[in-house]
């Protein structure tokens, strides 16, 4: 399945998933692997802890903390994955993949309300201003990513101002929102045990 790791690449049919879409090995075209029950739950979890680039026991305390707030435990994980500031810096567009994005924050080119954060897992809240630092946005890297992120969009929740090298998260994410094909009631399940 397209994890969109690779960052552009992935959107484009030059993308290895869409060439080769079977398990590596001589006989990988011929296997056909049957996966129900915990396989299928073990499957979607380590996709997403892929996708968001979050360790086990990362992704095991936001599934806690999502369990013990108000609400549906699966859209309170996504939405808790979707605020991270490596999330939002690369759905802003500021990077081309997660990856990317972390390593822009690890760094220290990412401000929250104008103060200098370089923890990726710091989770954003609803009226934070994420901007470039200064000396930043002369990386071409950076505006690169920016011109290919305002063909691909913006989500709603999220607003971005191009010619400021600023972004504001409007509201955070509701399920709706999450476009990603996740099957989150597959995970809850699998902590559920």
Known sequence: MKLFLKGERCFKPSCAIEKRNFIPGQHGRDRKA???GYGL???EKQKVKRMYGVLERQFRNYFANASRKKGITGANLLQMLESRLDNVTYRLGFAFS??????LVAHGHIRVNGKKVDIP????????IVT???GSRKNDQIKVSLDTAKGRGVPAWLELDVDAFR???KQLPGREDIQLPIQEQLIVELYSK
């Open 34 to 36: 049957k996966i129900v």
């Open 41 to 43: 739950q073990l499957r």
């Open 98 to 103: 997660r990856a990317g994005a972390r390593q």
């Open 121 to 128: 897992a710091f989770l954003v809240k609803a009226g934070d």
């Open 132 to 134: 470039l630092r200064e």
């Open 167 to 169: 972004g504001t998260v």
